[in-house]
């Protein structure tokens, strides 16, 4: 019998319609032999969360173009904390500026990938988050 594979769950919270980002990682994490539940555009931190419960993922990325990224990702991670999810590791693609990634690492994110980073390092960190949360 083989393991199960990882199942990640990627979503686009909020108003941003801007998904290529989300979708070209979605289908690289699958690729990667990652099973993937790629949520829609313009979710509110109330599916994303639910969509996570109900999947029973393994990890979760946030694909954020729309500047709203501190108010989203602090109310998801109040919504994985009121779930009993502080172990899921949260990973947030999109345009963020350098001096909000100390306030996001503080919330629980476990990395931010800014426009031009490397697939094959999004794949090595949620490989490994989700090793260390398995062990």
């Known amino acids: 019998m083989s393991e199960r594979r990882p199942r990640v769950l990627i979503g686009k919270p909020g108003l941003d319609g801007h998904d290529r980002g989300a979708k070209v990682t979605a289908r690289a994490l699958r690729d990667a032999g990652m099973e993937v539940i790629y949520t829609g555009l313009r979710q509110t931190p109330e599916m994303i969360v639910e ?10 990325g946030l694909s954020i173009l729309s500047g709203a990224h501190m108010p989203l ?12 999810m502080t172990d899921v590791p949260v990973f947030l693609g999109g345009i963020v500026p350098d001096e909000d ?21 999004v794949i090595v960190q949620f490989r490994e988050a989700i090793a260390a949360r398995q062990s």
């Open 101 to 121: 990634v100390p306030r996001l690492r503080a919330m629980g994110v476990t990395a931010v990938f800014g426009p031009g980073t490397s697939l094959d390092d």
């Open 73 to 84: 990702v602090a109310r998801i991670m109040e919504l994985m904390a009121e779930n009993d």
């Open 51 to 60: 969509a996570a419960l109900q999947e029973d993922v393994d990890a979760i």
